[in-house]
Protein backbone atom coordinates (compact mmCIF):
# COMPACT_ATOMS: atom_id res chain seq x y z
CA UNK A 1 0.00 0.00 0.00
CA UNK A 2 2.69 2.07 0.07
CA UNK A 3 3.75 1.71 -3.69
CA UNK A 4 2.10 5.19 -4.29
CA UNK A 5 4.16 6.76 -1.74
CA UNK A 6 7.31 5.47 -2.73
CA UNK A 7 6.63 5.73 -6.54
CA UNK A 8 6.48 10.05 -6.02
CA UNK A 9 9.62 9.39 -4.13
CA UNK A 10 11.13 7.87 -6.64
CA UNK A 11 11.48 11.40 -8.93
CA UNK A 12 14.32 12.53 -6.36
CA UNK A 13 16.40 9.15 -6.82
CA UNK A 14 19.57 9.76 -6.59
CA UNK A 15 23.19 7.60 -6.31
CA UNK A 16 23.03 7.64 -3.13
CA UNK A 17 20.97 6.16 -1.02
CA UNK A 18 18.31 8.29 0.80
CA UNK A 19 14.89 8.15 3.22
CA UNK A 20 11.57 9.95 2.62
CA UNK A 21 10.92 13.25 3.48
CA UNK A 22 8.72 11.71 6.46
CA UNK A 23 11.40 10.48 8.16
CA UNK A 24 14.04 12.68 9.88
CA UNK A 25 16.19 13.32 12.92
CA UNK A 26 13.84 13.63 16.16
CA UNK A 27 11.24 11.65 14.91
CA UNK A 28 8.43 9.56 16.79
CA UNK A 29 8.47 5.93 15.56
CA UNK A 30 4.70 4.76 16.52
CA UNK A 31 4.55 1.79 19.17
CA UNK A 32 3.33 -1.62 19.33
CA UNK A 33 3.22 -2.10 15.45
CA UNK A 34 5.52 -2.71 12.64
CA UNK A 35 7.45 0.28 11.31
CA UNK A 36 7.61 1.25 7.76
CA UNK A 37 10.51 3.00 6.62
CA UNK A 38 11.27 3.33 3.23
CA UNK A 39 13.29 4.95 0.57
CA UNK A 40 15.23 5.35 -2.62
CA UNK A 41 19.31 4.26 -4.13
CA UNK A 42 20.30 2.84 -7.16
CA UNK A 43 18.30 0.05 -8.54
CA UNK A 44 19.19 -3.06 -7.09
CA UNK A 45 21.78 -1.85 -4.44
CA UNK A 46 21.44 -3.38 -1.09
CA UNK A 47 20.29 -1.27 1.76
CA UNK A 48 20.68 -1.71 5.41
CA UNK A 49 18.75 -0.08 8.07
CA UNK A 50 19.99 -0.10 12.06
CA UNK A 51 17.97 0.73 14.57
CA UNK A 52 18.13 -0.02 18.54
CA UNK A 53 18.93 -3.90 18.01
CA UNK A 54 17.60 -4.58 14.48
CA UNK A 55 19.18 -4.66 11.53
CA UNK A 56 17.28 -5.03 8.37
CA UNK A 57 18.51 -5.53 4.90
CA UNK A 58 16.66 -4.98 1.35
CA UNK A 59 17.53 -4.20 -2.02
CA UNK A 60 16.04 -1.32 -3.98
CA UNK A 61 13.76 -2.43 -6.48
CA UNK A 62 14.00 -1.40 -10.72
CA UNK A 63 12.85 1.63 -9.74
CA UNK A 64 14.94 2.93 -7.24
CA UNK A 65 12.67 1.85 -4.31
CA UNK A 66 13.65 0.41 -0.89
CA UNK A 67 11.31 -0.33 2.04
CA UNK A 68 11.72 -2.47 5.44
CA UNK A 69 9.70 -3.11 8.35
CA UNK A 70 10.67 -2.65 11.90
CA UNK A 71 9.46 -4.91 14.27
CA UNK A 72 7.05 -3.68 17.01
CA UNK A 73 8.75 -1.70 19.56
CA UNK A 74 7.67 -0.67 23.09
CA UNK A 75 7.49 2.95 24.03
CA UNK A 76 11.09 4.74 24.73
CA UNK A 77 11.59 8.67 25.61
CA UNK A 78 15.58 7.83 25.73
CA UNK A 79 16.49 9.19 22.21
CA UNK A 80 18.15 6.78 19.63
CA UNK A 81 19.83 6.12 16.26
CA UNK A 82 18.99 5.31 12.85
CA UNK A 83 21.29 4.44 10.50
CA UNK A 84 20.16 4.15 6.63
CA UNK A 85 23.52 2.37 4.54
CA UNK A 86 24.24 1.81 0.80
CA UNK A 87 27.28 1.00 -1.13
CA UNK A 88 27.90 4.75 -1.30
CA UNK A 89 26.82 6.69 1.28
CA UNK A 90 25.26 6.26 5.06
CA UNK A 91 22.49 8.64 6.61
CA UNK A 92 22.16 8.99 10.61
CA UNK A 93 19.25 10.46 12.30
CA UNK A 94 19.75 11.39 15.69
CA UNK A 95 17.34 11.79 18.53
CA UNK A 96 14.36 9.23 17.68
CA UNK A 97 12.01 8.42 20.11
CA UNK A 98 9.23 5.48 20.25
CA UNK A 99 5.63 6.39 21.68
CA UNK A 100 2.49 7.39 19.75
CA UNK A 101 1.98 9.21 16.30
CA UNK A 102 -1.21 10.80 14.97
CA UNK A 103 -2.38 12.90 11.78
CA UNK A 104 -3.79 16.25 11.90
CA UNK A 105 -5.36 17.36 9.23
CA UNK A 106 -8.70 19.98 7.57
CA UNK A 107 -9.11 23.14 6.67
CA UNK A 108 -8.25 26.51 8.55
CA UNK A 109 -10.11 25.88 11.71
CA UNK A 110 -7.32 22.70 11.76
CA UNK A 111 -4.98 25.01 10.17
CA UNK A 112 -5.30 27.47 13.18
CA UNK A 113 -1.77 27.76 14.36
CA UNK A 114 -0.23 28.40 17.72
CA UNK A 115 1.64 31.47 16.67
CA UNK A 116 -1.91 33.48 17.28
CA UNK A 117 -2.42 34.55 13.76
CA UNK A 118 -3.15 38.57 13.95
CA UNK A 119 -6.77 37.45 12.05
CA UNK A 120 -7.57 35.68 14.41
CA UNK A 121 -9.42 37.15 17.79
CA UNK A 122 -8.73 36.29 21.17
CA UNK A 123 -11.36 34.48 23.10
CA UNK A 124 -13.51 36.79 25.40
CA UNK A 125 -13.92 34.26 28.20
CA UNK A 126 -10.74 33.27 30.53
CA UNK A 127 -7.49 34.52 29.94
CA UNK A 128 -7.36 36.17 26.65
CA UNK A 129 -3.49 35.02 26.30
CA UNK A 130 -3.92 31.45 27.11
CA UNK A 131 -2.83 29.89 23.78
CA UNK A 132 0.17 32.62 23.25
CA UNK A 133 1.39 31.74 26.66
CA UNK A 134 1.09 27.60 25.51
CA UNK A 135 2.93 28.76 22.84
CA UNK A 136 5.93 30.65 24.18
CA UNK A 137 6.15 28.12 26.93
CA UNK A 138 6.35 25.13 25.38
CA UNK A 139 9.15 23.00 26.03
CA UNK A 140 8.48 19.32 26.55
CA UNK A 141 10.96 16.89 24.87
CA UNK A 142 8.94 14.26 24.67
CA UNK A 143 6.41 15.61 22.12
CA UNK A 144 7.66 16.11 18.60
CA UNK A 145 6.03 17.55 15.61
CA UNK A 146 6.09 17.07 11.60
CA UNK A 147 5.28 20.27 9.92
CA UNK A 148 4.00 19.82 6.50
CA UNK A 149 4.14 23.06 4.31
CA UNK A 150 1.51 24.44 2.17
CA UNK A 151 3.83 23.87 -0.86
CA UNK A 152 1.54 22.60 -4.22
CA UNK A 153 4.94 22.21 -6.30
CA UNK A 154 7.19 19.90 -4.68
CA UNK A 155 7.13 16.03 -5.60
CA UNK A 156 8.30 15.22 -2.40
CA UNK A 157 6.50 16.03 0.61
CA UNK A 158 7.54 19.73 1.90
CA UNK A 159 8.59 20.42 5.38
CA UNK A 160 12.16 20.90 7.34
CA UNK A 161 11.24 17.57 9.22
CA UNK A 162 10.52 16.42 12.69
CA UNK A 163 11.41 18.69 15.60
CA UNK A 164 11.38 19.23 19.18
CA UNK A 165 8.22 21.31 20.14
CA UNK A 166 9.09 25.07 20.98
CA UNK A 167 8.11 28.61 20.39
CA UNK A 168 10.01 28.18 17.00
CA UNK A 169 9.17 24.73 15.53
CA UNK A 170 5.19 25.59 17.14
CA UNK A 171 4.64 28.73 15.24
CA UNK A 172 3.11 27.79 12.19
CA UNK A 173 1.47 24.37 13.88
CA UNK A 174 -2.12 23.38 14.16
CA UNK A 175 -3.08 24.78 17.53
CA UNK A 176 -5.66 21.86 17.77
CA UNK A 177 -3.41 19.46 17.19
CA UNK A 178 -0.38 20.67 19.33
CA UNK A 179 -3.21 20.68 22.24
CA UNK A 180 -4.22 17.26 21.45
CA UNK A 181 -0.85 16.18 21.40
CA UNK A 182 0.09 17.88 25.03
CA UNK A 183 -2.91 16.55 26.68
CA UNK A 184 -2.27 13.14 25.22
CA UNK A 185 1.67 12.99 26.47
CA UNK A 186 0.42 14.47 30.19
CA UNK A 187 -2.11 11.33 30.10
CA UNK A 188 0.51 8.52 28.95
CA UNK A 189 4.02 9.45 29.76
CA UNK A 190 5.08 7.94 26.72
CA UNK A 191 6.64 10.29 23.79
CA UNK A 192 4.02 11.99 21.60
CA UNK A 193 4.48 12.78 17.72
CA UNK A 194 2.11 14.56 15.48
CA UNK A 195 1.65 15.34 12.17
CA UNK A 196 0.12 18.79 11.09
CA UNK A 197 -0.83 18.74 7.16
CA UNK A 198 -3.55 20.99 6.97
CA UNK A 199 -5.04 24.01 4.31
CA UNK A 200 -7.53 26.27 4.79
CA UNK A 201 -10.79 26.95 2.60
CA UNK A 202 -10.28 23.46 0.98
CA UNK A 203 -13.24 20.70 0.89
CA UNK A 204 -12.76 17.19 1.68
CA UNK A 205 -13.09 15.84 -1.76
CA UNK A 206 -9.85 17.07 -2.08
CA UNK A 207 -7.96 15.22 0.38
CA UNK A 208 -8.79 11.93 -1.28
CA UNK A 209 -6.74 10.28 -4.14
CA UNK A 210 -9.77 10.86 -6.62
CA UNK A 211 -9.22 14.77 -6.56
CA UNK A 212 -6.98 14.81 -9.16
CA UNK A 213 -10.19 13.60 -11.43
CA UNK A 214 -12.22 15.85 -10.67
CA UNK A 215 -9.72 18.99 -11.43
CA UNK A 216 -10.09 20.16 -7.70
CA UNK A 217 -6.38 21.79 -6.05
CA UNK A 218 -4.34 18.58 -5.47
CA UNK A 219 -4.38 18.61 -0.85
CA UNK A 220 -3.89 14.36 -1.34
CA UNK A 221 -1.11 14.47 -3.84
CA UNK A 222 1.11 17.02 -1.85
CA UNK A 223 0.03 16.86 1.44
CA UNK A 224 -1.42 13.20 2.16
CA UNK A 225 0.17 11.04 -0.32
CA UNK A 226 3.77 11.33 0.98
CA UNK A 227 2.91 10.92 4.18
CA UNK A 228 1.14 7.33 3.02
CA UNK A 229 2.17 4.30 4.94
CA UNK A 230 3.87 6.38 7.88
CA UNK A 231 2.95 3.80 10.44
CA UNK A 232 0.92 5.53 12.77
CA UNK A 233 -2.07 5.43 15.44
CA UNK A 234 -5.04 7.64 14.12
CA UNK A 235 -6.13 10.78 12.52
CA UNK A 236 -7.93 14.21 13.57
CA UNK A 237 -9.89 16.13 11.50
CA UNK A 238 -11.53 19.52 11.49
CA UNK A 239 -13.41 20.56 8.13
CA UNK A 240 -16.28 21.13 6.84
CA UNK A 241 -17.04 24.65 6.08
CA UNK A 242 -16.23 24.84 3.05
CA UNK A 243 -18.30 21.94 1.71
CA UNK A 244 -21.42 24.40 3.46
CA UNK A 245 -19.98 27.25 2.17
CA UNK A 246 -18.94 26.54 -1.72
CA UNK A 247 -21.11 23.14 -2.21
CA UNK A 248 -24.12 23.96 -0.15
CA UNK A 249 -23.47 20.15 1.45
CA UNK A 250 -25.93 19.23 3.99
CA UNK A 251 -27.40 15.66 4.03
CA UNK A 252 -24.35 13.76 1.46
CA UNK A 253 -21.27 15.31 3.71
CA UNK A 254 -21.88 12.02 5.52
CA UNK A 255 -21.22 9.81 2.76
CA UNK A 256 -18.01 11.99 1.75
CA UNK A 257 -16.53 11.49 5.01
CA UNK A 258 -17.26 8.52 4.93
CA UNK A 259 -15.65 7.43 2.24
CA UNK A 260 -12.59 10.01 2.93
CA UNK A 261 -12.60 7.45 6.24
CA UNK A 262 -12.29 4.61 3.91
CA UNK A 263 -9.53 6.03 1.50
CA UNK A 264 -7.38 6.86 4.21
CA UNK A 265 -7.63 3.36 6.51
CA UNK A 266 -6.98 1.52 3.21
CA UNK A 267 -4.20 3.20 2.31
CA UNK A 268 -2.64 3.03 5.09
CA UNK A 269 -3.81 -0.88 5.31
CA UNK A 270 -5.29 -0.42 8.40
CA UNK A 271 -9.37 -0.42 8.54
CA UNK A 272 -9.13 -0.11 12.34
CA UNK A 273 -7.28 2.98 12.00
CA UNK A 274 -9.61 6.09 14.89
CA UNK A 275 -10.77 9.18 13.25
CA UNK A 276 -11.84 11.36 15.52
CA UNK A 277 -13.36 14.79 14.03
CA UNK A 278 -14.97 17.96 15.35
CA UNK A 279 -18.48 18.93 14.70
CA UNK A 280 -18.11 22.75 12.63
CA UNK A 281 -19.13 26.03 15.37
CA UNK A 282 -22.23 27.64 15.25
CA UNK A 283 -22.01 30.62 12.97
CA UNK A 284 -24.07 32.94 10.92
CA UNK A 285 -23.94 31.71 7.29
CA UNK A 286 -27.38 32.71 6.26
CA UNK A 287 -26.02 36.41 6.28
CA UNK A 288 -23.85 36.05 3.64
CA UNK A 289 -24.60 37.17 0.67
CA UNK A 290 -21.33 36.44 -1.35
CA UNK A 291 -21.36 32.71 -1.74
CA UNK A 292 -22.58 31.28 -5.06
CA UNK A 293 -24.79 28.70 -2.73
CA UNK A 294 -26.71 31.41 -0.34
CA UNK A 295 -27.80 29.48 2.60
CA UNK A 296 -30.41 29.68 5.50
CA UNK A 297 -30.46 29.68 9.10
CA UNK A 298 -31.35 25.93 8.89
CA UNK A 299 -28.45 24.56 6.77
CA UNK A 300 -25.79 24.60 9.43
CA UNK A 301 -28.03 22.09 11.60
CA UNK A 302 -28.70 19.74 8.47
CA UNK A 303 -24.81 19.86 7.93
CA UNK A 304 -24.50 18.79 12.02
CA UNK A 305 -26.56 16.13 11.43
CA UNK A 306 -24.60 14.71 8.42
CA UNK A 307 -21.64 15.03 10.90
CA UNK A 308 -23.23 13.37 13.44
CA UNK A 309 -24.85 10.41 11.07
CA UNK A 310 -20.78 9.92 10.04
CA UNK A 311 -20.20 8.29 13.57
CA UNK A 312 -21.74 5.05 12.14
CA UNK A 313 -18.65 4.21 11.52
CA UNK A 314 -16.27 2.49 13.61
CA UNK A 315 -13.40 4.03 15.75
CA UNK A 316 -14.94 7.24 14.63
CA UNK A 317 -15.77 10.08 17.20
CA UNK A 318 -16.88 13.72 17.32
CA UNK A 319 -16.83 16.38 19.50
CA UNK A 320 -19.43 18.87 19.85
CA UNK A 321 -18.42 22.98 19.51
CA UNK A 322 -21.66 24.59 19.99
CA UNK A 323 -20.62 26.49 22.95
CA UNK A 324 -16.97 27.91 21.90
CA UNK A 325 -17.54 30.79 19.46
CA UNK A 326 -17.65 34.19 20.81
CA UNK A 327 -18.65 36.06 17.93
CA UNK A 328 -21.28 34.51 15.42
CA UNK A 329 -19.96 36.20 12.57
CA UNK A 330 -16.17 34.73 13.15
CA UNK A 331 -15.54 31.08 11.71
CA UNK A 332 -12.87 30.52 13.62
CA UNK A 333 -13.62 29.97 17.27
CA UNK A 334 -10.42 30.96 19.25
CA UNK A 335 -10.55 27.94 22.21
CA UNK A 336 -8.77 25.77 19.98
CA UNK A 337 -7.41 23.97 23.18
CA UNK A 338 -10.83 23.02 23.92
CA UNK A 339 -11.34 21.34 20.82
CA UNK A 340 -7.76 19.88 21.29
CA UNK A 341 -8.69 18.48 24.73
CA UNK A 342 -11.95 17.37 23.71
CA UNK A 343 -10.45 15.22 20.94
CA UNK A 344 -8.01 13.73 23.40
CA UNK A 345 -10.62 12.40 25.81
CA UNK A 346 -11.93 10.15 22.26
CA UNK A 347 -8.07 9.23 22.03
CA UNK A 348 -7.75 8.32 25.48
CA UNK A 349 -11.29 6.56 26.19
CA UNK A 350 -12.02 4.45 22.82
CA UNK A 351 -8.28 4.06 21.89
CA UNK A 352 -6.08 3.73 24.93
CA UNK A 353 -9.20 2.35 27.33
CA UNK A 354 -9.19 5.39 29.79
CA UNK A 355 -13.08 4.13 30.58
CA UNK A 356 -13.45 7.18 33.34
CA UNK A 357 -12.46 9.59 30.88
CA UNK A 358 -15.68 10.98 29.80
CA UNK A 359 -15.84 11.69 25.36
CA UNK A 360 -19.65 11.79 24.53
CA UNK A 361 -21.69 14.95 24.49
CA UNK A 362 -25.51 14.07 25.63
CA UNK A 363 -27.40 12.59 22.59
CA UNK A 364 -30.93 11.85 22.19
CA UNK A 365 -31.51 8.48 23.01
CA UNK A 366 -35.78 8.03 23.66
CA UNK A 367 -38.74 10.18 23.33
CA UNK A 368 -41.75 9.41 25.09
CA UNK A 369 -45.06 11.51 25.36
CA UNK A 370 -47.53 11.45 27.69
CA UNK A 371 -50.29 14.38 27.59
CA UNK A 372 -48.76 17.71 28.07
CA UNK A 373 -45.40 16.07 28.76
CA UNK A 374 -42.40 15.17 26.31
CA UNK A 375 -39.64 12.79 28.33
CA UNK A 376 -36.23 13.57 25.99
CA UNK A 377 -34.25 10.86 27.97
CA UNK A 378 -30.12 11.52 27.10
CA UNK A 379 -27.40 9.05 26.38
CA UNK A 380 -23.96 9.59 27.76
CA UNK A 381 -24.77 12.18 30.93
CA UNK A 382 -21.25 10.93 32.77
CA UNK A 383 -23.25 11.51 36.33
CA UNK A 384 -26.75 13.91 34.89
CA UNK A 385 -27.46 16.35 32.65
CA UNK A 386 -26.70 20.12 33.87
CA UNK A 387 -26.38 23.34 32.55
CA UNK A 388 -23.38 25.48 32.07
CA UNK A 389 -25.21 28.54 33.59
CA UNK A 390 -27.78 27.21 36.29
CA UNK A 391 -30.64 27.97 34.25
CA UNK A 392 -33.67 26.06 32.65
CA UNK A 393 -32.47 24.42 29.49
CA UNK A 394 -32.74 26.68 26.54
CA UNK A 395 -32.68 26.15 22.73
CA UNK A 396 -35.44 23.53 22.96
CA UNK A 397 -38.21 24.46 20.12
CA UNK A 398 -41.36 22.69 18.92
CA UNK A 399 -44.12 23.13 15.90
CA UNK A 400 -47.17 21.15 14.41
CA UNK A 401 -47.02 19.64 10.91
CA UNK A 402 -50.06 21.41 10.43
CA UNK A 403 -49.45 25.23 11.58
CA UNK A 404 -45.69 24.92 10.62
CA UNK A 405 -44.77 27.63 13.43
CA UNK A 406 -41.95 26.87 15.88
CA UNK A 407 -41.35 28.43 19.51
CA UNK A 408 -39.12 27.43 22.29
CA UNK A 409 -40.60 25.35 24.90
CA UNK A 410 -40.35 25.45 28.71
CA UNK A 411 -38.04 22.62 30.09
CA UNK A 412 -36.68 21.15 33.06
CA UNK A 413 -33.46 18.68 34.10
CA UNK A 414 -34.61 15.14 35.37
CA UNK A 415 -31.17 12.96 36.16
CA UNK A 416 -30.71 12.29 32.29
CA UNK A 417 -33.76 13.33 30.98
CA UNK A 418 -35.15 16.54 29.85
CA UNK A 419 -39.28 16.88 30.36
CA UNK A 420 -40.81 19.78 27.81
CA UNK A 421 -44.40 20.97 28.61
CA UNK A 422 -46.40 21.34 25.23
CA UNK A 423 -49.98 21.89 24.34
CA UNK A 424 -51.44 18.17 24.82
CA UNK A 425 -53.94 18.87 21.48
CA UNK A 426 -50.72 19.53 19.30
CA UNK A 427 -50.21 16.42 16.46
CA UNK A 428 -47.53 15.18 15.37
CA UNK A 429 -44.90 18.13 16.83
CA UNK A 430 -41.53 18.38 15.42
CA UNK A 431 -39.46 18.63 18.75
CA UNK A 432 -35.49 20.80 17.98
CA UNK A 433 -32.61 21.27 20.29
CA UNK A 434 -30.23 23.77 19.18
CA UNK A 435 -31.19 23.51 15.51
CA UNK A 436 -30.49 26.42 14.57
CA UNK A 437 -27.42 28.21 13.19
CA UNK A 438 -26.81 30.56 15.60
CA UNK A 439 -27.84 28.33 19.00
CA UNK A 440 -25.40 28.24 21.63
CA UNK A 441 -27.23 25.98 24.19
CA UNK A 442 -26.66 25.86 27.94
CA UNK A 443 -27.13 21.77 28.47
CA UNK A 444 -24.40 19.60 29.05
CA UNK A 445 -23.49 16.56 30.88
CA UNK A 446 -21.30 16.92 34.32
CA UNK A 447 -17.82 16.77 32.73
CA UNK A 448 -18.67 19.82 30.73
CA UNK A 449 -19.70 18.37 27.17
CA UNK A 450 -22.15 20.19 25.40
CA UNK A 451 -25.10 18.47 24.37
CA UNK A 452 -25.37 17.70 20.44
CA UNK A 453 -28.37 19.58 18.52
CA UNK A 454 -31.00 17.34 16.85
CA UNK A 455 -34.34 17.30 15.34
CA UNK A 456 -37.04 14.97 16.15
CA UNK A 457 -40.05 13.81 14.54
CA UNK A 458 -43.33 11.85 16.17
Known amino acids: ?16 VRVAEAFSSHMVLQQQKPVNVWGTADAGEKVKVVFGKQTLQTVADGNGLWRVELKPMTAN ?19 ILVGEVWLASGQSNMEY ?9 KPKQGDPDYQLKAWREANNPNIRVLYVKRDLQSDVLSTDGWQRVDSTSLK ?3 AAAYFFARMLQDSLQVPVGFISSSWGGTMI ?16 EHLIRPLVGYTLRGFL ?23 MVNTWRTLWNDDSLPFYYVQISPYLYSTRREDIVLKTWIDLPRF ?18 TDIPDVLTDIHPSYKWVVGERLCRWALNRTYGFKHVACESPVLKNVTRRGDKVILEFDHCD ?76
Not at 78 to 89: H, L
Not at 114 to 121: A, D, I, Q, T, V
Not at 237 to 259: A, M
Not at 304 to 321: F, H, P
Open 1 to 16: MLLCSLLAFAFSVKSE
Open 77 to 95: NRPQVMTISGRKNKVRLDD
Open 113 to 121: SMNNHPKYR
Open 172 to 174: PVS
Open 205 to 220: EEWTPEAKLRNRRPMY
Open 237 to 259: WYQGESNLLDLGDTDVYTEKQEH
Open 304 to 321: WTAQAKAMRQENTGMIVT
Open 383 to 458: GGLVTSDGKAPDWFWANTRNHGSFREESATIEGNTVILTIPENLQHPVIRFGYDEKAQPNLRNKAGLPAQPFEYRF
